[in-house]
């Protein structure tokens, strides 16, 4: 027997929109998706977070669904059809609508030179980028993620995928923000030759569905603000507690900026 059931739209780049869309920012999605019922309610849903879907590929097949399974713990179980995203590509693009002043870029299943023709159209267009890759990315490995560094301001992994990459020791050559999550355990952020550290909150967890994802728009949507990468720490930290404290992995995301009084609960250090 399950105890509740929640039906909900998911996904890296539509988790972040929510966050980046609520607090303000004109926000599209550029994906891929089915000309079936959940992809029309997919769309809909997307528009009541305020989130622009005009950029949104939907082609005949069905749109990518899964099946979550989550423990009292907050761990979870989860089950993929990947759908028509499964094939997403550069014609998905709209290349000459690519105008934002940042572009955060989610998995996209392992195709790597997509995102290297992503990351170098925008950075031609002086287009600031944020990735968050997947572990397919991941295992093309650092020669392969080396050219793209140079292009980016911010990459977003957890400890794993860190772990995978390699990244760690050569955060130091990058000019970049580099942000390793790491669960209970907290957050890193580096720049240059700078370290900060941000413990975790206490908090309830209900579903750890979406916390990375949370996380890392909360994160980019105050460096976008504030320019102050101590704070940004925070304000992720505070987007990802709100997340996995209910079911699904939009309702939690934070809709106003939190207060210096709230920001002052996250710890941050520099090491």
Known sequence: EVDQMTLTSGGG?????ATFAALGHDTHVVSRIGNDSPGQGLVSELKEYKIKTGLINKIK???AYSVIMTASTGERTVLV???????FSAKDIPWNKLKADWLYITSLGGNLALVKRIVKAAYEKNIQVAYNPG?????KGYGAFKSLLPMLSVLLMNQEEADALGIDDKAMEQNL?????????????????EHWFAKAGKSKVVSRTGAGD?????????????????KALRFGTLN???VIASIGAKSGVLKKNPSAKELAKIKVKKI
Request: aromatic fraction near 8%; glycine fraction near 12%; avoid cysteine.
């Open 13 to 17: 780049a539509t988790n972040a929109a």
């Open 61 to 63: 097949g069905q749109t």
């Open 81 to 87: 059809h990947r759908g028509v995203s499964a094939t």
């Open 135 to 139: 572990m397919k990315e991941i295992a």
């Open 177 to 193: 923000i580099l942000v390793i999550t790491d669960g209970s355990n907290g957050s890193h952020a580096f720049f240059g030759d």
């Open 214 to 230: 949370a996380f890392g728009s909360g994160f980019v949507s105050s460096l976008i603000k504030n320019d102050d990468i101590p």
């Open 240 to 242: 990802a507690q709100s």
